[in-house]
């Protein structure tokens, strides 16, 4: 069963849509006996990353977070969430990941990054499985976070940024997945594949 991150920057309805399109299991809770009893976790996000981190602390779910040896799949600001910090209102990060957010520049582009992209270059990896360069994934963010040596995809826009991160068993990404279509749903298939133990490829249905 999987696990969804119940916290006040969640995107709880639309990834729980996404789960059950797939007919996958899961519940949302913000209970730490619960998130024990699960075999794969999602941490979601949209909005400020200090109120979220802010939320977090108020039940514990930093330190839960931190500590877990489950899968966890990060989504847009819950992957931005892993790394130390971010230039968005000086806030810090849980740490996992090192590294630190940094804002577009708007005097390049349109800030924020919304919309359709592609990936810019990819590596192997159980959650890029039957992925490619050329589909398209949803992004809304201001923030980016700098390519480092757990990157696994990549994004351009403005500059290279990391579109997919993978450290142990913390991964994340940019995008939203839950609204990305067929390949939103291939790559949350490759993640729920994963952790129930098979790592067969899958196929964009």
């Known amino acids: 069963m999987i696990a969804i991150i119940n916290y006040e920057a969640g995107n709880l309805a639309s990834v729980s849509n996404a789960f059950k399109r797939l007919d996958e299991p899961h519940i949302i809770t913000d209970e730490k006996d619960e998130l024990d009893e699960a075999d794969g976790i999602i941490f979601p996000g949209v909005g400020h990353a200090q109120p979220a981190m802010q939320s977090l602390k108020k039940n514990g779910l930093d330190t839960w977070l931190i500590n877990t040896k489950k899968p966890v799949l990060g989504i847009c600001l819950g992957m931005q969430l892993f790394y130390e910090s971010s230039e968005e209102g000086e806030s810090k990060g849980l740490g996992i990941i090192p590294g630190r957010l940094k804002k577009f520049d708007s005097s390049k582009a349109k800030v924020p990054h919304m919309g359709w992209n592609t990936f810019a270059d990819i590596s192997a990896h159980p959650l890029m499985n039957s992925l490619t360069n050329d589909q398209y994934f949803y992004y809304v963010h201001s923030y980016f976070a700098p390519i ?25 990404v940019q995008f939203h997945p839950e609204k990305s279509g067929k390949v939103g749903s291939l790559l949350l298939q490759n993640f729920l594949q994963y952790v129930n133990g098979h790592n067969e490829p899958s196929e964009v249905q």
């Open 148 to 172: 480092n040596e757990f990157t696994v995809a990549t994004c351009d826009y403005i500059e290279p940024f990391t579109s997919v991160i993978c450290k142990d068993n913390y991964w994340g």
